[in-house]
């Protein structure tokens, strides 16, 4: 069984810095691509970023430039590194697993999903 646990959200000021983690088991984050998404309410899920089986990485939307995708194949985890954020940050964060060692934007492209972590910026 898959399980993808995120951890690392919490309130923040505008200007400051997180650092999301997703634990993985039953799944191994060398073997296929994975991603963070987000979901503010009222609005669909959209990508942040990807990271491919390979270790080549991608990033979509406002997010773009400030922040970064990592893995630890050792510690089977994914992280996302966020900096610079602002209040329309503020969102349910998600982490994504694919059986595919290539990466897609579309969220049903993934196969396994995280419960989420909360990130709350303010102003």
């Known amino acids: 069984q898959v399980q993808l646990v995120e951890s690392g959200g919490g309130s923040v000021q505008a200007g400051g810095s997180l650092r999301l983690s997703c634990a993985a088991s039953?799944?191994?984050?060398?073997?296929?691509?994975m991603g963070w998404f987000r979901q503010a309410p009222g609005k669909q899920r959209e990508g942040v970023a990807t990271?491919?089986?390979?270790?080549?990485?991608a990033y979509t939307g406002s997010l773009k430039g400030r922040v970064t995708i990592s893995k630890d194949n050792a510690k089977n985890s994914l992280y996302l590194q966020m900096n610079s954020l602002k209040p329309e940050d503020t969102a349910m964060y998600y982490c994504?697993?694919?059986?595919?060692?290539?990466?897609?934007?579309?969220?049903?492209?993934?196969?396994?999903w995280g419960q989420g972590t909360q990130v709350t910026v303010s102003s």
């Open positions: 039953g799944y191994t984050v060398s073997n296929g691509c």
């Open positions: 994504a697993a694919s059986n595919d060692r290539f990466c897609f934007w579309n969220p049903q492209y993934f196969n396994y």
């Open positions: 990271i491919t089986k390979a270790g080549t990485t």
